[in-house]
């Protein structure tokens, strides 16, 4: 397994009439082919800057990013964002959402239609696939949402908080869910969140940055004792509440972690 993502002395700062808000400063990780790994950090620290920059939508105020060993830039690799709002089009049946993106890209086909009941049928939406997205369940909607971004072959996944918008019990399904899928079609993905038990759940290696500006704190490789590991079951593991402990002393307790 190779590093696929590195993110070197990375600084960002916003600049608006108010003057400049310093999101980010020297932040430096990298995540492994395949891994699933998670970024941790308290609300307004820097979270959501930091995958904007990975995705392109705004350029760092220094620093690099490199994906396969090439500057993200110039890598030509395929960038999927996943967000907290799945983003579905109400007035498009699931199955037109889902095939929403190549048909921007100009790449739907007879092959992809292939690709796509596989995908539906896989994930227990081929039921559903002319119903309208507020005929889903949220997980349903999150796992639409899902397979419309994996359609675009990403080499890596970004997740801004994909299921902040969820209650508790739907959101420990849909993470299960939603990790399941990313495991079973061999993605890397970088998932971010301010739940720390969500993060370990889901995670190979965290990420904790500190409040704004983000800096990294510490970066923790998750070595769990357990068999067939799902977030669920992940959840019941002994060492668990250790690792939960770790995180939490990290965590800058100065300011409250809220939801936004
Ligand atoms: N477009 C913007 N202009 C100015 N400040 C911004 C902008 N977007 C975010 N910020 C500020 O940058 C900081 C980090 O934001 P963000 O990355 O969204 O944090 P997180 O995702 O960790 O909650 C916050 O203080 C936020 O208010
Ligand atoms: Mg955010």
Request: net charge negative; with cysteine; proline share 3%.
């Amino acid at each position: 397994m190779g590093e696929l993502l590195r993110v070197e002395n990375l600084s960002y700062s916003y600049h608006n009439l108010s003057g400049e808000t310093k999101a980010l400063e020297e932040v430096s990780f990298s995540v492994e082919e395949g891994q699933f790994a998670a970024i941790v950090g308290p609300s307004g620290c820097g979270k959501s800057t930091m995958l904007s920059l990975i995705a392109g939508l705004i350029t760092p105020s220094s620093g690099d990013i490199y994906i396969d060993g090439k500057d993200i830039k110039t890598s030509g690799k395929n960038i999927g964002y996943m967000l907290q709002k799945d983003h579905l089009l109400e007035w498009r049946s699931t199955l037109k959402n889902i095939t929403l993106g190549l048909e921007i890209q100009h790449k739907l086909n007879e092959s992809s239609y292939i690709m796509i009941n596989k995908l539906l049928e896989t994930y227990g939406l081929l039921a559903f696939k002319d119903a309208k997205p507020k005929e889903l369940s949220g997980g349903m909607r999150q796992r639409a949402a899902l397979i419309r971004t994996l359609l675009l072959e990403p080499d890596i996944l970004l997740l801004d908080e994909p299921f902040s918008a969820l209650d508790y019990q739907t959101r420990l399904e849909v993470s299960d869910d939603i990790w399941s899928i990313i495991r079973k079609e061999k993605k890397t993905a970088l998932l971010i969140t301010h739940d720390i038990s969500e993060a370990l759940s889901m995670a190979d290696r965290i990420i904790i940055l500190s409040n704004r500006p983000a800096t990294v704190k510490k970066i923790i490789d998750v070595k769990l004792n357990i068999e067939d590991k799902t977030p669920f079951k992940t959840r019941s593991a002994p060492e668990f509440k250790d690792y939960f402990n770790m995180i939490w002393k990290e965590l800058d307790h100065n300011e409250k972690i809220i939801q936004t």
